[in-house]
Each structure stands twice: as structure tokens, then as C-alpha cells.
């Protein structure tokens, strides 16, 4: 098993990042290189077999569907927005 990042792009819409079935997310970010927000997730790099998870990353201030769980928070431009990612168990 190893870690790997699944970046996706930043948009107010859930979106569904996709990663080897059985693997462990771990937590939610930013990467600071791209600036695009990612899921680091333990992997077994030979399973073919794929899982999707859907993501919503949002705004303090904004509302969140009571069925997505809270994952992690972050920041970008220099810490002047601050992010809430959350995720469909």
C-alpha cells in the first residue's frame, strides 16, 4: 500500500474523484504546488479495480447537504480563503 494524491479542480459542485477499490482516504488539502485541492488516499497501486468518492469543497459561509460528512479544511491565497472539504460516505 502506498499514499497517493488525487488532485481535482476547486468548483462549488460535488465532484467524484476516482482511486484504486479499497483504498483508505486519509485526509483532504490543498497542494500547495498547483494550488487544486486533493484527496490523499492509501492505495494498492496494482488493484485495476476502481472506487469513486463524491467531494464537495466549500466556502465557510456556505451550506452543505446533510448527507456529506466533514473530511478537512484548508487554505489558499496566503490564508485569506479558507476551504471546508466534505465527503459522500
Avoid at 492505495?43 to 469513486?52: F, I, L, P, Y
Wanted: aromatic share 12%.
Amino acid at each position: 500500500m502506498r499514499v497517493h494524491k488525487f488532485a481535482f479542480d476547486l468548483t462549488l459542485e460535488p465532484v467524484e474523484v476516482c482511486y484504486p477499490a479499497g483504498g483508505q482516504i486519509l485526509t483532504g488539502g490543498v497542494d500547495e504546488y498547483s494550488g487544486k485541492p486533493c484527496l490523499w488516499i492509501l492505495v494498492d497501486a496494482e488493484e485495476k479495480e476502481m472506487d469513486g468518492i463524491n467531494v464537495i469543497v466549500a466556502p465557510t459561509g456556505t451550506e452543505v447537504p446533510d448527507e456529506y460528512n466533514y473530511l478537512a479544511t484548508f487554505k489558499t491565497n496566503n490564508a485569506m480563503l479558507v476551504w471546508h472539504m466534505f465527503i459522500l460516505d
